[in-house]
């Protein structure tokens, strides 16, 4: 128990002294809380500084280059060291901070910002001083974050005190480039841009301008840069650099952009021999660039080059009182020529032309732009040619061979454009303003024309009702002829039917007549033999009757058999006698008679049948 009140009051003493210590600074204690820096300057004691150094790096008098970290710190008696606490330094989210050294090694004339050395984003004070760091403004900037800095030798500029440094709030804000936009860069620092150049050189690997030092160790220049940012958010010292932001380049559909580049790696023509009217480079190198940018957007530094837009659509120009949209034509007019016969009068022409893709970048090479093509190229082949062709003609030639004019027009501009990569797709003459007095003749003659066309057509339509009536003619007549010529097909057809039946009664008849000759020549053959047979049985009996009665007594036989047989009559049925005489009866008795013979026979006087009347 002795102990353990021997011991409390032991402690009680001991804390006693302490507090009567502390509070007296016999123990030189300094406490640095956790959101403070804790800054020491020494007042007795040590070397002075050299002249011009402000911290002190080797215990001399005045402000040390170590500083108190949170805790507690003893030895600091307030007679030897004041400390200074100071809050920590923070940088918001989407700011930065500048910082300025007040003591350093001496910058080099050419310079106005101290280069970058290792010190722990600037927290360590005595590497900043032992590693070269330069006084003044520095490359180095501080991004979001909180830092234990020592403003002693550091003054760190954040966005709430900008405007006691000479700077807009807004510069310390970090630098976003918009989408569709490209940040065009300025620096302040580094070596002067080489002469004849307009840009400083693209120097790689420097984190777009964030790692300043390694931009100015590998030759950065001072000035307009090649490099552009593309949109996001950098950490850019704005005492560094200098961001301007433009809308990316945007080649339209329909067109390409030929890039024109004023900076880049030396000129190396890569045309060709066969190209003599300019020259071409790869992309990256200074002049005309032989691969033309196509529709779409590009983040090009129009700084340091030039894009020409050429249309890769056909291109109306109008050498009248009209204009296209592209306005390559505005300074055309109709073309004033003057005819064989001395009249002047106005054309109006329009020509059509393309320009290839890939030839376009060799047009920009020859001419410069599109408005030098149509202003130097086409208006001088396009006016000379009608002007010229004009001369060789009258007006009212020239009027009435107007398509023979356009096709030798369109011919000759075609040649003479394929010489400049330029394609002539057509040429067109408008309209054509001759003299009133030549009008008031061509219309008097086109009258003619007409009319002789119409009395043309009137012959033809005549001639054509004409052809009708013919026709119409033809085809009323037309059944009648080929009943006709049916009728001729029968005749032909019954003639040859009688024909072909006259030969075949000839054959028949001559057939038959050969048959009758046959049969009467076989009958009388028959006949023959049977008179023969007759006569000779006659014959023979004719002989035994002679021989049996004789010849006389025979014959007198046969002359009553055959009297007999044949009635005939001995006495006449009707006498006829010579004279008026009881005797006998004249002529006309007898022919009375044989009248009654014959009707009373029943036969016709002339040699037909009488009928026989009751």
């Known amino acids: 128990m002795d102990i353990f009140i021997g011991t409390l009051l032991l402690g009680l003493v001991v804390g006693l002294v302490l507090i009567i210590l502390l509070s007296t600074g016999a123990l030189g204690l300094v406490v640095i809380s956790e959101q403070q820096v804790g800054i020491v300057v020494r007042k007795l004691g040590g070397r002075p500084l050299k002249p011009g150094q402000l911290i002190a790096l080797d215990g001399e008098a005045g402000y040390q280059a170590d500083t108190l970290a949170p805790g507690w710190h003893f030895w600091y008696w307030p007679v030897l060291f004041q400390v200074l606490k100071v809050p920590m330094i923070q940088v918001p989210q989407g700011e930065i901070a500048l910082v300025v050294a007040n003591d350093g090694a001496p910058m080099a004339p050419e310079r106005i910002l101290g280069r970058v050395v290792e010190s722990d984003n600037f927290q360590d004070a005595r590497k900043f001083l032992r590693n070269g760091g330069e006084k003044g403004r520095q490359l180095g900037i501080l991004t979001a974050g909180t830092y234990r800095i020592n403003t002693a030798l550091f003054t760190v500029i954040t966005r709430a005190g900008a405007e006691r440094h000479g700077l807009l709030p807004q510069q310390l804000h970090v630098s976003r480039i918009e989408p569709d936009k490209v940040g065009i860069v300025t620096t302040l620092d580094g070596r002067p841009i080489d002469e004849g150049e307009i840009a400083g050189p693209i120097v790689p690997d420097h984190d777009n301008f964030q790692n300043t030092q390694h931009f100015l160790d590998h030759g950065g220049r001072r000035g307009l840069q090649e490099q552009v940012l593309l949109s996001g958010a950098w950490n850019l010292n704005p005492w560094f650099v200098q961001v301007e932001q433009t809308p990316m380049t945007e080649i339209p559909i329909g067109y390409v952009g030929v890039v024109i580049s004023f900076v880049g790696k030396p000129h190396e023509d890569v045309s060709g021999l066969e190209f003599k009217h300019g020259d071409l480079v790869n992309q990256g190198h200074k002049g005309v660039w032989v691969k033309p940018l196509y529709p779409g957007k590009h983040p090009l530094n129009l700084r340091i080059m030039k894009v020409e837009l050429v249309p890769t659509t056909n291109i109306v120009l ?115 303003n001759p003299p009133a007095e030549l009008m008031v003749t061509l219309t008097d003659r086109k009258i003619a024309e007409e009319q002789k066309k119409t009395y043309v057509l009137q012959q033809e339509a005549q001639t054509q009702r004409q052809q009708l009536v013919r026709e119409t003619a033809k085809a009323d007549i037309q059944k009648e002829v080929v009943q006709a010529e049916q009728s001729v097909n029968i005749s032909e057809l019954q003639s040859n039917a009688t024909i072909k039946r006259a030969q075949g009664e000839s054959e028949s008849i001559k057939l038959r007549a050969q048959g009758e000759g046959e049969s009467i020549r076989l009958k009388a053959q028959g006949e023959a033999e049977g008179v023969r047979a007759i006569g000779a049985a006659r014959a023979a009996a004719y002989q035994a009757g002679v021989a049996a009665l004789g010849a006389n007594g025979y014959t007198a036989i046969q002359l009553m058999q055959i009297i007999g047989d044949q009635r005939v009559r001995i006495i006449p049925e009707i006498l006829v006698g010579q004279g008026n005489g009881a005797s006998g009866a004249g002529i006309t008795d007898a022919l009375v008679g044989v009248l009654l013979r014959d009707q009373l026979a029943g036969k016709n006087p002339e040699g037909g049948n009488l009928t026989k009347v009751d």
């Not at 390559?328 to 020509?351: A, C, E, M």
């Open 318 to 432: 109008n050498w009248a009182n009209r204009t296209e949209t592209h306005n390559y034509d505005s300074r055309l007019s109709s073309i004033t020529v003057r005819s064989k016969d001395g009249f002047s009068f106005n054309l109006d022409v329009s020509q059509i032309i393309h320009v290839a893709a890939l030839d376009a970048p060799k047009v920009i090479s020859r001419v410069g732009s599109m408005q030098n093509l149509v202003d130097h190229v086409l208006q001088p082949i396009v006016g000379n040619y009608f002007r010229n062709s004009a001369q060789e003609f009258t007006v009212l030639d020239f009027l009435s061979a107007r398509s023979t004019r356009q096709h030798d027009a369109a011919e000759h501009i075609r040649t003479a454009l394929s010489a400049y990569d330029v394609q002539a797709i057509d040429t067109l003459i408008g309209d054509i």
